[in-house]
Nanobody, 129 residues
Framework: QVQLVESGGGLVQAGGSLRLSCAASGRTFSNYVMGWFRQAPGKEREFVASITESGTGTFYADSVKGRFSISRDNAKNTIALRMVSLKFEDTAIYYC??????????????????????WGQGTAVTVSS
């Protein structure tokens, strides 16, 4: 089992920035692919960003490329999502997710919520226009 706890959400004006964090516990963190997903009211959960177990590879949704940055610290069992130039449409609950790296046999898996086994409770981000 892997336990994930997100933090850092809040209310911010359009154009502002936030930094989300996710703390993991329970298993060897460096064996896990980590990702961020989000779900806006009335919409399905969508991919935001993911990072390989070593941190050398990152993936982003087109809607956040150039504005969001994912990183991880394997020594501290944490990942972060730095968000700048926030837009109203970034408003959502943001979820941290984890999956054993050994199960990621295709590059497409990094983008699919169904490939992740563990999820946090989410942290709310509200961007006012």
């Amino acid at each position: 089992q892997v336990q994930l706890v997100e933090s850092g959400g809040g209310l911010v004006q359009a154009g502002g920035s936030l930094r989300l964090s996710c703390a993991a516990s329970g298993r060897t963190f460096s064996n896990y692919v980590m990702g961020w997903f989000r779900q806006a009211p009335g919409k399905e959960r969508e991919f935001v960003a993911s990072i390989t177990e070593s941190g050398t590879g990152t993936f982003y949704a087109d809607s956040v490329k150039g504005r969001f940055s994912i990183s991880r610290d394997n020594a501290k069992n944490t990942i972060a999502l730095r968000m700048v130039s926030l837009k109203f449409e970034d408003t959502a609950i943001y979820y941290c997710a984890a999956a054993p790296a050994s199960t990621f046999t295709s590059a497409t898996f990094y983008f699919r919520a169904t490939r992740y086994d563990y999820w946090g409770q989410g942290t709310a981000v509200t961007v006012s226009s």
